[in-house]
């Protein structure tokens, strides 16, 4: 019975195989797991989009468009897995039912974006008279936008290559993100220093308290994306450089690539718990009225 509902499944969505066989209690669980984790990241992750694209004074702040940009990520992320998740797709060289890496390429997005809002909070509290004549919003929106088109072009770029080239690319980009990654440890270092001497010294008011929650937000973030997302980067640069590491047999069964997708429910996650004016705004916009249309 297993195997027939299996087949029948695998037929159904063009011959693209299920990424278990149902073989056991554990198959079950894994499957059940991604379509839970999928739903839930679309969720929350898409609430924050919601909230902060339909209240005007949230999108008025740089900070709340970075946090936007993530979040959108993070929602593309979540739908991403009910196929990666739920299909036998293995994004790697050589690949199988792949999407020539569109769709991991989301994180990717995120790692931009985490570094120019790290950037951003350094120049608005270090640098308050440069950051209100030169960074606008304007300006964060550009910023956002050439996230997503150096990841994509870049992928763009690669697919028309010769697989030896895709495959030298891919391997530069790794190691690019090296630099990415070290450039993000010290500017988390350097943003916990500032939190924690020179915020401190200043008189309390509301625009300290709104620094301290910028800060303490982006701190959070970018370190539990580096926690989860550091396993899957330590692989990968292993299988490309000594062609050692641990192979998995597809997406879903890739507990590293699990882990760096995770971040698309911690990131919402660590918005909504740090930030009371996006847990008003999606009250407003969101919840409050999911809450208005139950059946009393």
């Keep these: 019975m297993n195997n027939m509902l299996s087949v029948n499944l695998t037929n159904t969505f ?3 195989p299920l990424s278990v066989d149902f073989n056991s209690p554990v198959d079950y669980l894994l499957f059940i797991f991604q379509i839970l984790f999928a739903t839930s990241a679309v969720l929350l992750a ?10 005007e ?8 468009i970075f946090m936007l940009n993530t979040s959108v990520s993070d929602t593309l992320t979540g739908l991403s897995v009910y196929y990666l998740g739920l ?6 060289y050589p690949s199988r039912n ?37 960074i606008t919003r304007q300006f964060v929106i550009c910023v956002n936008v050439y996230c997503w088109f150096h990841v994509y072009f870049l992928l763009l770029v690669r697919s028309f290559l010769p697989l030896a080239k895709a495959v030298e690319m891919h391997a530069f980009s790794i190691v690019s993100l090296q630099v990415i990654v070290i ?4 500017m988390t270092i350097k943003l916990y220093i500032i939190a924690r001497y020179q915020i401190e010294r200043d008189p309390p008011t509301t625009e300290k308290e709104n620094k301290k929650e910028s800060l303490r937000i ?5 370190a539990s994306f580096l926690i989860l997302w550091s396993p899957s980067f330590v692989n990968i640069v292993l299988r490309l450089v000594i062609r050692q590491g641990v192979v998995f047999e597809n997406e879903a069964k890739n507990v590293f690539a699990i882990m760096a997708r995770l971040n698309a429910l911690c990131t919402p996650s660590v918005y ?15 919840w409050g009225k999911v809450c208005m249309l139950r059946p009393r």
């Design 272 to 286: 909504i718990r740090g930030s009371p004016a996006l847990r008003e705004a999606m009250m407003k916009t969101v």
């Design 46 to 55: 898409g609430t924050v989009v919601i909230g902060i694209a339909a209240t």
């Design 183 to 186: 450039t993000k440890v010290a």
């Design 14 to 16: 063009s011959g693209v």
């Design 98 to 134: 792949a999407t020539f890496y569109i769709l991991p390429s989301f994180l990717g997005v995120n790692i931009m974006t985490f570094l120019f809002a790290q950037f951003d909070r350094y120049l608005a509290i270090c640098y308050p008279y440069i950051y209100c004549r030169f």
């Design 218 to 222: 982006i701190i959070f973030v970018v």
């Design 87 to 92: 299909f036998d797709v293995d994004e790697g």
């Design 57 to 64: 004074s949230l999108r008025m702040e740089n900070r709340f």
